[in-house]
């Protein structure tokens, strides 16, 4: 199988291919390379090509899963695999390879797919586009001059580029949705405790982070969410069990659901015309499939909400540089760690433990009070990003004035949404539901009550029965001719 042929298929797809033996799976994989070896000079999403790893797995036999032979990409943030280095886009951390997989790695191995190398973060995944001093920025398939998205733009432009058809993003504050806005893709957002983070952390982030994966179709993204959910051995907190597969409500009715709309963020950042115009249509899209929209959104504090994101990044943050320059016998410096890395670590190492629970008091309160909202409504509709996806270079995590403070201030004046659904634990989904009039996706935000996740899925099937999406970018269809 040919890398054009290949990149038409979502990961299901490849999937049946690989059970009726039509393909094996060393042929997909062979074709994951050519997408790599084509493409990545191009958008540099790629951190390591992975031939040998991936070679031994298939020899080794695969499990029976519904993935089986999948070609697949793990970002270098948030995962172990065994022996595969994953650097946190960190000069610090250039090498470091954990000795096992840990539990996430475990089950999409379970699942069947290959991984093929992995992808792309900046350092520690602080910002919302993929640019690190180590590995460079990462190029938009729509649009070679703009930005990914982040942090977990490697993934989400591969996978845009047709490299593979799904590869694992985590999102510790849109990091999964802002990417497959900016790809036009689609970013999953799990509720806290959906998916297993252990057996080394309990929580990412202390609960503001969740693991997933980036992908273009519905059915992909539930089936994984099947696979891969549930509680792990020793974890002390999980979401509530769905009580049908995710399969199944992707492929049934929503009903009709009460939807409540905002254009207005709650830092009061400029929303872009076109962003609003594509918000207006999907609210229009709606009606016409017999919802109900009223325009609402909860209240926040979000001067005392960008406190406490802040505070528990920093402690995270230092946490982790820690314990990594430990393993690495590695001292943490202005010269090997960017800006607004090196002011948060700094930020951290003088953070008070008072300090730190009162802003796990912040977020509880927030949390209260959106849970009240949500009593009220199914689903919250807003823009992803307040912006189509931004010039490369726009944010700068390592240029003199990027103190954390500072340069979160200007991410979230770009990325408004996103936040507010990791501090509550919420599961969340951006959609590629419009485009800005140069071309460039636009996605939309649909956030539901806590463990929730059926609804979205039950509304994202029919969106995408809509047929109003494209996932197939300007740079793939140039290859293909």
């Known amino acids: 199988m040919d890398f054009c042929h290949y990149s038409e298929y979502d990961a299901t797809g490849l999937a049946e291919l690989v059970k009726k ?31 040998e790893q991936s070679d031994k797995e298939i020899e080794k036999g695969l499990p029976d899963g519904p993935f089986k032979g999948v070609p697949f990409l793990i970002k270098e943030l948030g995962i172990q695999a065994a022996g595969v280095p994953i650097s946190s886009g960190s000069r610090l951390l250039d090498g470091f390879a954990s000795p096992a997989d840990d ?38 398939p729509w649009n070679l001059e703009r930005s990914a998205g982040g942090s977990s733009g490697g993934s989400a432009a591969a996978v845009a580029a047709g490299i593979v058809p799904i590869a694992h993003a985590n999102d510790g504050a849109g990091s999964i949705r802002v990417p497959a806005s900016y790809n036009g893709l689609i970013g999953f957002k799990p509720t806290r405790g959906r998916v297993p983070a252990g057996p080394n952390v309990s929580e990412p982030a202390y609960g503001r982070s969740a693991s997933f994966a980036i992908t273009r179709s519905v059915r992909d993204t539930a089936a994984l969410l099947d696979f891969i959910k549930g509680p792990d051995v020793g974890c002390y907190a999980w979401a509530e069990r769905p009580k049908r597969p995710y399969s199944e409500e992707a492929l049934s009715p929503p ?13 009061h950042a400029t929303v872009n015309e076109e962003v609003l115009q594509v918000l207006y249509q999907t609210v229009k899209l709606c009606e016409e499939l017999g919802h109900t929209m009223v325009e609402a ?31 690495l016998n590695r001292v943490p410096s202005e010269e090997n760690l960017e800006a607004a890395i ?35 409504y199914d689903v919250l509709l807003t823009p992803t990003a307040a912006q189509p996806p931004l010039s490369l270079g726009e944010l700068n995590m390592n240029a003199p004035e ?40 636009i996605g939309m935000q649909f956030a539901g009550r806590f463990a929730d996740e059926a609804t979205l899925f039950r509304l994202a099937g029919q969106l995408e029965k809509a047929g109003l999406w494209n996932t197939t970018s300007p740079l793939l269809k140039q290859i293909e001719h």
């Open 21 to 51: 033996k039509e393909v094996t799976p060393k042929e997909l994989a062979e074709a994951a390379f050519e997408g790599i070896e084509k493409l990545n000079p191009t958008i540099n999403a790629i951190v390591q090509a992975l031939a």
């Open 103 to 140: 539990e996430l790695m475990t089950r999409f191995r379970k699942a069947g797919l290959v991984t093929v190398g992995t992808t792309t973060t900046p350092e520690f995944g602080y910002n919302f586009t993929t640019e690190s001093v180590l590995h460079g920025p990462t190029r938009n």
């Open 255 to 267: 009903g009709r659901l009460r939807i409540a709309w905002s254009a207005h963020p709650q830092n």
């Open 297 to 327: 959104a909860p209240i926040v504090d979000e001067e005392l909400h960008a406190l406490s994101a802040l505070r528990i990044k920093a402690a995270y943050t230092t946490s982790a540089i820690n314990h990594a320059s430990a393993k």
């Open 342 to 376: 090196w002011s948060a670590y700094q930020t951290g190492q003088n953070l008070k433990a008072t300090e730190l629970l009162e802003a796990f008091n912040i977020q509880n309160r927030i949390s209260r009070s959106v849970g009240e909202f949500f009593t009220n």
């Open 402 to 441: 990027s103190d954390m403070r500072t340069f979160g201030k200007k991410m979230f004046n770009y990325f408004p949404f996103t936040r507010l659904f990791n501090t509550t634990g919420q599961p969340a989904v951006s959609l590629p539901l419009g485009w800005s009039r140069t071309g460039l996706p």
